[in-house]
């Protein structure tokens, strides 16, 4: 029997704890941990159209009109060259863009500088290490009743997507 390399049990143990926290996704409230400000859903076993798929039909099921997609991944990749930064940074990555007309109007009320938090954007990718591992990620917005409301829309939508998978991994980050 062949000896598996380091690389090898911590991916089959990063698989083995993804697979075991699946179902805490459905009764976790969005967790926080950390300072970042960011969220980061795993969803493992899937491939990025699938998922692309299930994020803009969880979009379109809070009467948001259908996102803006940039291919933010092929972008990388053709300006490496000239930037000097690896071109397989992402296996892929797409970044979806939309805007909540009752969101933004509680945090434009709040503060007309809070336009800087519109539009939201959820990030759909994978990485060139585990093609078979999707990941969402979006940011939190400003502390306020405003910006509270558009991360509990964020945190529906990357429910409802990453419940049509059964292998998600609980979201993390600030």
Same mark, same amino acid.
């Given at each position: 029997?062949?000896?598996? !390399? ?11 704890? @993804? ?28 491939? @990025?159209?699938? %998922? ?5 039909? *969880?979009?379109?099921?809070?009467? +948001? ?27 892929? &990555? ?8 009752? @969101?933004?109007?509680?945090? *434009?009320?709040? !503060? %007309?500088?809070? +336009?800087?938090?519109? #539009?939201?954007?959820?990030? %759909?990718?994978?990485? #060139? ?14 502390? !306020?009743?405003?910006?509270? &409301? &558009? ?5 529906? @939508? ?10 998600? *991994?609980? #979201?993390?980050?600030?």
């Amino acid at each position: 029997m062949a000896t598996r !390399s380091a690389s090898q049990r911590w991916r089959r143990r990063r698989s083995l704890h @993804i697979i075991g926290m699946a179902c805490a996704l459905a009764t976790a409230p969005g967790t926080q941990a950390g300072d970042s400000g960011t969220v980061t859903v795993i969803i493992a076993n899937a491939v @990025i159209g699938d %998922v692309s798929v299930a994020l803009t039909d *969880a979009i379109a099921e809070e009467g +948001i009109t259908a996102p803006s997609e940039s291919h933010f991944g092929d972008m990388l990749a053709r300006t490496a060259p000239e930037l000097g930064h690896r071109a397989d940074l992402y296996a892929e &990555a797409r970044i979806y863009t939309f805007c909540s007309a009752v @969101i933004a109007a509680k945090l *434009a009320t709040e !503060s %007309v500088h809070n +336009i800087a938090h519109c #539009p939201l954007s959820i990030a %759909v990718y994978s990485l #060139p290490a585990d093609r078979r591992s999707v990941y969402l990620g979006y940011r939190r917005s400003v502390e !306020s009743a405003g910006g509270r &409301a &558009a991360d509990a829309l964020l945190d529906r @939508i990357a429910t409802r997507t990453t419940a049509q998978f059964q292998h998600a *991994a609980p #979201p993390v980050g600030r």
